[in-house]
């Protein structure tokens, strides 16, 4: 269950795509999404809502050869000092904080092993995250990082956010490891808001690490299926995950990485 005001844990998301029309038209086809346009001075940007409430931002790509991908931001309590610390930790600040219209302030960075997102911290009355729509069918409920090197992922996210980092033993003789990612003080068996899964370098798209986010859904087969006719692809069919529920690994059309599930009981 995602506690988005909570210091570490996620509090928004948003993707970059090279056609924002037809990003809408994929994500209304499989999770019911509808566009809602920021308005004539957000470049193109707009939010993705469910019954009304914002679940996921979208925007044009602006970086000459950037690819599409989610991008997921997390609650920090000093920007200034987030920034400093993923210097300090080997990370990259691509975007340095910058003033959100009076909101709040974001800042972007690529972590050590090349896993991208962002952070956020909201200024002194604002939501810090309250309007974000999650744990709902259409909506965010986990995060997930894929990476080749644990160890230094997990060092550098430690350092920065102070999550509780927990294993949890997989089925099978493959070489993944899974680690449940819960914000300081919370409880990993109840609290948890995402996962890091270790993988060989090989398995990952050009060796390097990156976020993907998971929407719940009521009915994992039918949006799976909604997924390929509408344009995306399957990296994994819809499998079900004892005590987890049903899951589907996807891309989208563009090739941005996400996964449903149909949580369990």
């Known amino acids: 269950m995602i506690s988005i005001d909570t210091p570490g844990a996620p509090c928004w998301l948003d993707i970059g795509s ?3 029309a037809g990003s809408s038209d994929f994500y209304r086809a499989v999770l019911d999404w509808e566009f809602a346009s920021a308005g004539p001075d957000a470049g193109g940007y707009g939010v993705w809502k469910v019954g009304g409430e914002p679940v996921a931002g979208v925007g044009p790509l602006t970086d000459e050869g950037a690819t599409s991908g989610w991008i997921v931001y997390y609650n920090v309590p000093d920007i200034q000092e987030a920034t400093e610390t993923v210097r300090n930790g080997g990370g990259r600040v691509r975007v340095e904080p910058m003033d959100m219209m009076g909101q709040g302030h974001m800042a972007q960075y ?3 092993t090349g896993g991208e997102f962002a952070v956020w911290q909201s200024a002194p009355g604002a939501s810090s995250g309250d309007d974000l729509r999650t744990d709902t069918p259409g909506a965010l409920t986990w995060v997930e990082l894929y ?5 230094t992922a997990q060092r550098f ?3 920065l956010f102070h999550w509780q980092i927990t294993d949890m033993p997989l089925p099978g003789d493959g070489p993944a490891t899974y680690h449940i990612l819960t914000a300081a003080g919370g409880n990993p068996e109840k609290d948890g808001h ?3 899964m270790v993988m060989n370098a090989s398995d990952l798209p050009d060796g390097r690490a990156y976020w993907s986010p998971v929407f719940e859904t009521s009915d994992c087969d039918r949006d799976a299926a909604r997924v390929t006719a509408a344009g995306g692809t399957l990296q994994m069919e819809p499998t079900d995950m004892e005590g987890v529920g049903k899951v589907a690994s996807c891309r989208d059309p563009f090739g941005a990485s996400f996964s449903l599930i149909t949580p369990a009981g």
């Open 110 to 112: 690529t972590d050590p």
């Open 157 to 159: 996210y430690q350092q």
């Open 147 to 151: 990476t080749a090197d644990g160890a």
């Open 194 to 196: 995402g996962g890091m």
């Open 18 to 20: 090279p056609d924002t």
